[in-house]
């Protein structure tokens, strides 16, 4: 019987028996998570403040050890860290909320086939009339966790189309993409932030496999 504990720090340890279990595919998936956390046009720091909130979005305490640990050796401050978390936390509001759009047409029975269209955004406005205040209070912090601060409004985007990607939000994808050209971000950057996401996405399923080799051991 393994320990109760479903979450233990050792546990990451048991990786290492994939390696032995799966040998080829676990060599390109390694190979693929250094080269999408790699120095490109986006810088290593970068690219670990992404990986940090899009741990915080897949949930997975392993990877958040182990990208606040490579953070903190690239000296990205507390401060800096906590602006990337606050990102990741407006971004997964904000798919939640966006995708009230997609609840206002079901109950009204006025959605149609197309499931995601751009014009379905108008509908925020209704949860405004419904409820001011808790939509204002989410619009105010939406707003300061994306304005300038430590991390420039440039890599707070980065960070929220990311997020987007894991979040799975058409809509977020569609707004932080542009709102991103709009600051100057290049195809390049972009297309490297969404590899970082895209890691961090399938680096969460692989971590959490320890877990499944200790229910089977059980």
């Known amino acids: 019987m393994t320990d109760d504990n479903l979450y233990k720090k050792s546990y990451i340890r048991r990786l290492s028996e994939l390696g032995k279990l799966a040998p080829d595919t676990m060599k390109k998936f390694t190979a693929f998570d250094q080269q999408a956390l790699a120095e490109g046009v986006l810088s290593k720091k970068t690219k670990e403040l992404i990986a940090v909130a899009v741990a915080h979005v897949t949930g997975c305490p392993y990877c958040i050890e182990a990208h606040v640990s490579s953070a903190k050796r ?12 606050m990102v990741a936390t407006a971004l997964k509001a904000g798919s939640a909320l966006a995708h009230g759009v997609n609840a206002l047409n079901a109950y009204d029975g006025t ?3 197309e499931l995601y269209k751009r014009s379905n955004k108008n509908r925020l406005m209704e949860f ?13 912090f939406n707003h300061q966790a994306l304005k300038d601060g430590l991390l420039s409004r440039k890599e707070k985007e980065l960070i929220a189309v990311a997020v987007a990607h894991v979040t799975g939000c058409a809509y977020c994808i569609d707004s932080h993409t542009k709102s991103a050209k709009q600051l100057g971000v290049t195809l390049e950057e972009l297309a490297e932030s969404i590899f970082v996401a895209t890691a961090l ?15 089977y051991n059980d």
């Open 201 to 215: 996405k399938a680096g969460s399923a692989l971590a959490h496999s320890v877990n499944a080799l200790n229910a």
């Open 128 to 140: 405004k009339e419904m409820n001011a205040d808790s939509f204002h209070a989410f619009s105010l």
């Open 111 to 113: 959605g149609g086939e």
């Open 74 to 85: 690239l000296e990205v401050s507390k401060e800096e860290m906590l602006e990337a978390i």
